[in-house]
């Protein structure tokens, strides 16, 4: 009896302890995210407070290091914002009909190879993207379109628009084999054809796994680094599609090695930006998700 | 009895510790400066710990930070990667060549042009001139690539040619890498990059004449060039480990690693 009781309240810790430290793990995560924020916030604000809200964030020059310097970011938030646009344009309508056809079209053996492919596709690192972009695009640009240079923003939204393809169509794809297959049987037996089904049942239903996937494509075009600091120029000029232009990203990356100063602070305050914007994504992104499950 | 062996313990143990101390209070270096002579420095570092053993620190602050770092007692070694001012030498500081650092301005191998200015340079850089056929090349927009602002090769370029925060450029490109890939790619392109890094890929321009090699920058004849400097106080002498670390490095024993970092020894 006294044996039984002995083992029973060991369990009891045991379990506690199993707990505890499922719960501490659990925190690390939630620990990390706070410490960004925190970080970020704490050394990002100083520099805004410098130079003044409305001229950091609608300031048209960036010059840190001139003589008189001046911190106008507007270039990089308008550079980030169309070119995420841009790859949204270019890469959403490829990847959601490579997903259509993945989903319900494809036979098994091409959609066991394209998958594969778009798989492949997701595991390249970005500066790989960049190298190549640098050695085939950006040339390539120059003579298409006769210009002098072919670095600019059209580049790095061709870039962009590969490099989010993968997880618009990974995403999409699973939301359409989610949708279940009474609603395209009945749809079948109304009388539909198999094409009618597809688009105007299967797609509405999984409507909202596709907006999820959209938005996530734009939080991996937003935060990309790597890839499009090869390609784009790099140089802060008010965006235009054949201009030289710098990112949000690209702004932090290029300049923190050698930064100090205000300069260093205002890349804190460019990252808190670029920070504000990851977050709204994700908002979005939770409300899609959420819409979902309403439904 | 217990009380004593740990008593005695901790007697050892804290001995051990004062000994750690005051072995690494000795066998440390410290240097503190301009951020593009980090490579060199760093390739130094190294190479003298795996000889001797003693640790040497860099802190890239630039190159006035670096001086005054050696002036208020915080660095042994300032690193400046220009020369030293009057009124710094007359606070008490030396200079010592270490190496000379040479940047040479590239263009596409099938570009006509073969020799500028340093004056055309500026020129182009500033924006003055923008077509090729100016200065005896094609009928083409002149492509100006050259590197983030904060580059120590950036700063040196624009510090020389006189165009500081006013250049033109079509590419920020954040190392000489990709300067080189940039400019190789297009046949309207100038970049610059440091002497020892430009490969076939790429043409090296003389400038007034004279091709950037490691002859015509160590005697000053090419003048795309400036000078990586020790600074050291005069009326206080260096540590023992400093000193030492000092006469290795300008001895002429360290020359190979100083030209596989890209710049050209003085001694």
């Not at chain 1, 430290?21 to 970080?39: A, E, K, P, Q």
């Not at chain 1, 994504?281 to 939770?286: G, P, T």
């Not at chain 2, 983030?148 to 954040?174: M, N």
Request: proline share 4%.
């Amino acid at each position: 009896m006294e044996m039984k009781k002995n083992t029973r309240s060991w369990q009891k810790h045991m379990e506690q302890v199993v707990y505890g430290i499922f719960l501490l793990l659990g925190l690390i995560t939630i620990g990390c995210v706070l410490l960004i924020t925190v970080y970020l916030v704490i050394s990002g604000i100083p520099a805004i407070r410098q130079i003044g809200l409305v001229e950091f964030l609608f300031g048209d020059t960036w010059k840190p290091t001139a003589a008189e310097p001046s911190y106008g970011i507007l270039p990089f938030i308008l550079t980030s914002v169309y070119g995420t646009a841009g790859a949204i344009v270019l890469g959403v309508p490829i990847g959601f009909f490579t997903a259509v056809y993945l989903a319900k079209m494809a036979p098994r053996k091409i959609k066991l190879v394209v998958e594969q492919a778009v798989s492949m596709l997701a595991g390249i690192p970005s500066v790989v993207y960049g190298l190549v972009g640098m050695m085939v695009l950006v040339p390539g640009i120059r003579e298409l379109f006769d210009l002098s240079d072919g670095a600019c923003l059209l580049a790095a939204i061709v870039v962009l628009a590969v490099m989010i393809l993968p997880s618009i169509i990974k995403m999409s794809v699973t939301a359409l084999e989610a949708v279940p297959k009474e609603y395209e049987d009945a749809s079948l037996a109304l009388g539909a054809t198999p094409e009618e089904t597809w688009f105007r049942v299967s797609v509405p239903a999984a409507k909202s796994g596709i907006a999820a996937a959209v938005v996530l494509g734009v939080g991996r075009a937003i935060g990309e680094a790597m890839a499009v600091m090869m390609v784009s120029g790099n140089v802060a000029n008010m965006p235009g599609l054949f201009e030289s232009v710098r990112f949000l990203t690209t702004a932090v990356a290029s300049e923190m090695g050698y930064a100090s100063g205000l300069q260093r602070q205002a890349l804190f305050s460019v990252a808190l930006v670029l920070f504000v914007f990851i977050m709204l994504i994700n908002a979005a992104l939770n409300y899609f998700l959420k819409g979902d499950r309403k439904s | 009895m217990k009380k004593i062996i740990s008593f005695a313990l901790a007697a050892v143990l804290s001995l051990g510790i004062l000994a750690g101390c005051s072995k690494e209070e000795a066998k440390q270096v410290s240097t503190d400066g301009s951020t593009s002579m980090s490579k060199v420095i760093l390739a130094l570092a190294e190479a003298y710990e795996e000889k001797t053993g003693t640790k040497v620190s860099y802190n890239g602050s630039g190159s006035s930070a670096g001086i005054s770092a050696v002036l208020e007692g915080r660095a042994d070694i300032g690193l400046s990667s220009r020369d030293l001012k009057d009124e710094e030498k007359e606070q008490g500081l030396t200079g010592t060549v270490l190496a000379y650092d040479g940047i040479a301005v590239i263009v596409h191998p099938e570009n006509p042009v073969a020799d500028l200015d340093l004056e055309t340079i500026a020129k182009i850089y500033k924006g003055e001139i923008t077509n090729w056929k100016d200065v005896g090349g094609n009928d083409a927009e002149i492509v100006l690539i050259g590197r983030e602002a904060g580059s120590g090769t950036r700063d040196g370029f624009e510090t020389i040619t006189g165009t500081e925060g006013v250049c033109a450029y079509r590419q920020e490109l954040t190392s000489t890498g990709d300067v080189i890939t940039a400019v190789a790619q297009n046949p309207n392109a100038i970049g610059y990059a440091s002497v020892a890094s430009v490969k076939d890929t790429v043409k090296a321009l003389t400038v007034g004449g004279v091709a950037p090699t490691e002859d015509t920058v160590k005697d000053g004849s090419y003048v795309i060039q400036r000078p990586f400097v020790l600074v050291t106080k005069d009326d206080q002498p260096l540590s023992e480990a400093a000193q030492a670390f000092f006469d290795y490095i300008t001895s002429g024993d360290a020359n190979e690693i100083i030209t596989d970092a890209g710049v050209v020894p003085a001694n």
